[in-house]
């Protein structure tokens, strides 16, 4: 490995969350492709070493504080993976998983492919790519991918019900949509609880948190799945956006 990894074990541990000498290697080799690519596409503003650690890969994993990833057989898809955040750190923790990684820049997409590749993610479960508009892959008639997955994420920055009327068709009945969201998130919720209602979901969860060792506070709210998402969602796309639910 090129870099210390102290402080992140460190704050993994808080997470009560074991991680292996590969693991790290590979997060070693996903932070050196992150700062290459970052140089030639607009992958983040963060790039320092520590930061990243903390704000991307921590930040990606605190999920797991209140959701068990470790069941065989999962089905992860994240919306707006942008430079992977959390879905490739989610697979590299936890290799069973299935993920799918959606997003609706190429140059991104060749990217997280690169990354894929350069640290052997398929070796256990799968991880793919697949790119256009979050919308366009959930469409009732020709949504090839909707309501495929037991789990949805989205680290993005968008309105709680935009990413509602995004992730939910995404999800079978009785899975879930994990969002990650800031110290707002429970504000978020609440204004959304009609959007929710009406793709088929349901408040399970939400938990406020700071990031180990650090006065950041996230919040992760969990979403369930207790009925189909009606056909009406989600809209066309850039409807959600400019008119969320």
């Not at 209602?197 to 950041?216: A, R, T, W, Y």
Request: with cysteine.
């Amino acid at each position: 490995m090129n870099n210390n990894f102290a402080n992140f074990i460190r704050d993994i541990d808080q997470l009560n969350i074991k991680i292996t000498d590969n693991q790290l290697n590979q997060l070693d080799k996903y932070y050196e492709l992150l700062v290459e690519w970052n140089n030639k596409i607009n992958l983040t503003a963060i790039t320092e070493f520590e930061e990243v650690c903390k704000l991307h890969f921590i930040d990606s994993i605190s999920s797991a504080q209140f959701y068990n990833f470790d069941s065989d057989d999962l089905s992860l898809i994240d919306i707006g993976t942008g430079a992977g955040f959390p879905g490739i750190v989610l697979k590299i923790i936890f290799p069973n998983l299935n993920v799918t990684l959606l997003d609706s820049l190429q140059k991104r997409i060749n990217f997280l492919n690169t990354v894929i590749e350069e640290l052997s993610l398929n070796e256990q479960g799968s991880i793919k790519t697949v790119h256009g508009r979050a919308e366009d892959f959930a469409d009732y008639k020709k949504g090839e991918l909707r309501e495929k997955f037991d789990i949805a994420v989205s680290r993005a920055v968008a309105r709680f019900s935009t990413l509602c009327e995004y992730d939910l068709p995404y999800v079978k009945k009785n899975g879930c949509f994990i969002s990650y969201k800031g110290d707002k998130g429970i504000e978020e919720v609440e204004e959304a609880k009609n959007a929710i209602f009406l793709l088929g979901g349901k408040v399970k969860s939400i938990h406020e948190f700071k990031l180990p060792n650090s006065d950041i506070k996230r919040t992760i709210c969990i979403i369930e799945k207790t009925q189909n998402t009606s056909s009406k969602y989600p809209r066309k796309s850039g409807i959600p956006q400019k008119k969320p639910l």
